[in-house]
């Protein structure tokens, strides 16, 4: 465990790069071998938007990464937060922070932006993919990557958590997410029993149904934990899965990225105002 942390203190980009990209790879590969659902959709237009807001929450992180890095080493030099204040096994801490990093980067980002609706509003491109697949995992709106930001960062404060646990913590999110949100069929008791720890794709895939209540269900990335002991978790067999959003029927996987870096910023339309009633 020493070893895996020293590597990620000081992972080359190079390094970050190829586990995205090589997970983006495999998933794809897997989802032509055991798809969930047979899309009538040419796979790489559909991905070309969603690749494109890959990269912007690429430039954007890389470009805060400093910020990340002088939370980390404030805590570590003032011993400050719930690492320092415990003495924990390296194993432990490890695996308390990634579980704490979890609860702020995913669940609680997540949460928030589907409960306040200007933040809602540049969570949407996520929900308008309607071919959901391992792409849509980073289509994020560069708005969308900044809020996601914070709360990482927040999460690195309350923690006290070194630099190495952090980026452990990037690398599992990126490689979890593209696993959670690939057209991929396990075999359901397989699923089933992964959704008790992890988030499995059956219980994402949920998240992306296009009506409410199972759009604000099932926020996690990598644990199920917190769904579970807070509310939010769901299930809904995959054959009554659609996906998309309702309340913007016309804006679909494909849509030209100039119309979704502007969707946000477009007026509120009464029928999404239902969800914040």
Do not use: C
Not at 26 to 34: G, R, T, V
Not at 119 to 148: C, F, K, Q, Y
Not at 151 to 162: D, K
């Amino acid at each position: 465990m020493y070893d895996l942390i020293n590597y990620f203190e000081t992972i080359p980009s190079a390094h970050r790069s190829i586990i995205l990209v090589g997970g983006i790879t495999f998933f794809w590969l897997l989802e032509y071998a055991a798809p969930l659902f047979q899309f009538n959709y040419k796979k790489l237009q559909h991905a070309w938007p969603n690749l494109f807001f890959t990269g912007t929450t690429v430039v954007i992180n890389f470009a805060l990464a400093f910020i990340l890095l002088m939370a980390s080493d404030w805590t570590v030099n003032n011993s400050f937060g719930i690492l320092h204040w415990l003495d924990l096994s390296l194993w432990a801490s490890v695996l308390l922070s990634l579980l704490i990093l979890d609860f702020f980067g995913a669940w609680l980002a997540h949460y928030v932006q589907h409960k306040i609706k200007p933040l809602w509003m540049l969570h949407l491109i996520h929900h308008t993919d309607n071919h959901v697949d391992t792409t849509t995992a980073n289509r994020h709106h560069p708005g969308e990557s900044l809020i996601r930001f914070v709360f990482t960062t927040l999460g690195v404060v309350i923690l006290g958590a070194p630099i190495g646990i952090v980026l452990l913590y990037q690398s599992l999110s990126v490689v979890f997410s593209q696993f959670n949100h690939a057209n991929i069929r396990l075999p359901k008791k397989l699923d089933t029993v992964l959704s008790f720890i992890i988030v499995s794709p059956d219980m994402h895939k949920v998240h992306h149904h296009l009506k409410l209540p199972y759009t604000d269900t099932n926020y996690g990335n990598i644990f199920s934990i917190w769904d579970r002991i807070l509310g939010t978790f769901s299930k809904l067999k995959n054959e009554e899965i659609t996906y998309g959003i309702d309340t913007y029927p016309d804006v679909d996987s494909n849509s030209k990225i100039g119309r979704l870096l502007k969707l946000p910023f477009e007026k509120y339309r009464a029928t999404s105002d239902a969800k914040f009633k």
